[in-house]
């Protein structure tokens, strides 16, 4: 897994979203882009990729498309309308955006997986919409991310865990909560 920090300015989203998918045809690999207030750290993003493969092996996946499965997950929800809350937007946005080869088996993976995401890493980065490239997750929005994944301040206290590790464990609880 790749991923690119950046600041992205979207006029259209659609042909954004194709040219996502347009890179990952091309490069056999999965891309996935998300506003970074919303993701704790990679660790967070890790997780979401890992659990989105186990279900679509399973079959128990709920999205058609492996970018939309792992939005699910990265969100901590079933419903793909409230997911979407967590990727970009028509706007100026610190995102980060994911790309991962394909290990759930899936055909369509062509070659070394490592370059195939490297060569898709530099394709979005070279898209119009990338205005910059920056750390976005260094300082999580703890905000945001209370609020989003109903992390309460009685939660935080009673437990030593950090706040990336909540998170993971609200990535985690969607597999409970089929």
Not at 32 to 49: G, K, N, T
Not at 71 to 81: C, E, K
Not at 106 to 124: F, I, K, P, S
């Amino acid at each position: 897994m790749e991923l690119l920090e950046c600041t992205l300015a979207i006029d259209d989203l659609d042909e954004f979203v194709a040219d996502l998918g347009a890179i990952g045809d091309r490069h056999g690999v999965t891309v996935q882009a998300f506003d970074a207030r919303y993701v704790a750290d990679r660790a967070h993003l890790e997780r979401a990729v890992e659990l989105a493969d186990r279900a679509i092996s399973r079959g128990e996946n709920v999205a058609r498309d492996r970018a939309v499965e792992i939005l699910l997950y990265a969100a901590g929800r079933r419903q793909i309308d409230r997911a979407l809350e967590m990727g970009v937007d028509e706007s100026e946005t610190e995102a980060v955006v994911l790309v991962d080869k394909d290990s759930t088996g899936n055909e369509g993976v062509r070659g070394d997986g490592n370059a195939d995401e490297a060569t898709a890493l530099e394709a979005v980065a070279d898209l119009a919409a990338v205005v910059a490239t920056e750390p976005t997750l260094e300082e999580p929005d703890e905000e945001t991310l209370h609020s989003f994944f109903e992390i309460t301040d009685a939660e935080r206290a009673a437990t030593d865990a950090s706040l990336s590790a909540l998170v993971r464990e609200r990535v985690a609880l969607l597999e409970v909560e089929k």
